[in-house]
């Protein structure tokens, strides 16, 4: 099992639409978690990130994470053509390294 | 606008040549990476440097060496590359802190790039 699991897509939902992105992790020592936004030909941008179970809203954007079963998800509202991208999970365990899983792609259709 | 700056945005370069990278940031942050990305991979980590000194190489190839002359810089210097190096090149920095687990690992971030390629 990989150490980060994302479903590559693509992820299709129609502008306004809540799209729903998903990550499951194997290690229930990792303590941080990330999502980071790549489009193509740029560098990643950081999202979101979290630390502890439950919920975190940063406008349209909400970041899931439920230790015991060993996921975390972001939320996105209102999704918008220019929120078309690929996001990366990532998670930090004790070793310090950023761990990815290998990205969800995203396309919002107008 | 990223406050982590990589220069050249872009570079040709031939097997034989030798040539740097550099990053910058200013955000005080004392962990500084270098990763390198293929096209619909995620990024690949390849080293690591705190308070300027290098404490994770994932076994690179020689032909990469990084250099950390201050807090602020991270070089990475090219020599003899392989067609198969051709990538994005990514620098990214984050906070340094000691303690919990959950404290310490601060998120990263990244500059714009460096796309080599290599002929």
């Known amino acids: 099992q990989k150490e980060v699991e994302q479903n590559s897509g693509p992820l299709s939902v129609p502008e306004g639409a809540i799209a729903s992105l998903n990550c499951t992790y194997s290690d229930r020592g990792s303590q941080s978690f990330f999502w980071y936004r790549q489009y193509s030909g740029k560098s990643p941008e950081l999202i979101m990130s979290?630390?502890s179970n439950g919920d975190k809203e940063d406008g349209r954007f909400t970041a899931q994470l439920n230790k015991a079963s060993q996921y975390v998800s972001l939320l996105i509202r209102d999704s918008q053509p220019s929120d078309s991208a690929t996001y990366l999970c990532?998670?930090?365990?004790?070793?310090?390294?950023?761990?990815w899983g290998l990205g969800t792609s995203l396309a919002v259709n107008p | 606008d990223t406050e982590v700056t990589q220069t050249p945005k872009h570079l040709v370069m031939g097997m034989t040549n030798k040539k740097s990278l550099k990053c910058e940031q200013h955000?005080?942050?004392?962990?500084m990476y270098w990763y390198k990305q293929k096209a619909k991979k995620p990024p690949e980590l390849m080293f690591v440097y705190s308070y300027e000194k290098l404490s994770i190489n994932e076994s690179v190839p020689s032909r990469f060496s990084p250099e950390c002359p201050n807090s602020s810089l991270l070089n990475l210097h090219l020599h003899a590359l392989q067609p198969e190096d051709s990538a994005l090149y990514l620098c990214a920095s984050s906070q340094f802190i000691t303690g919990p687990a959950r404290l310490s690992n601060q998120p990263q971030h990244f500059g714009d790039g460096t796309r080599l390629s290599i002929l």
């Open positions: 990532g998670k930090v365990g004790n070793n310090r390294k950023l761990i």
């Open positions: 979290i630390y």
């Open positions: 955000m005080g942050h004392r962990a």
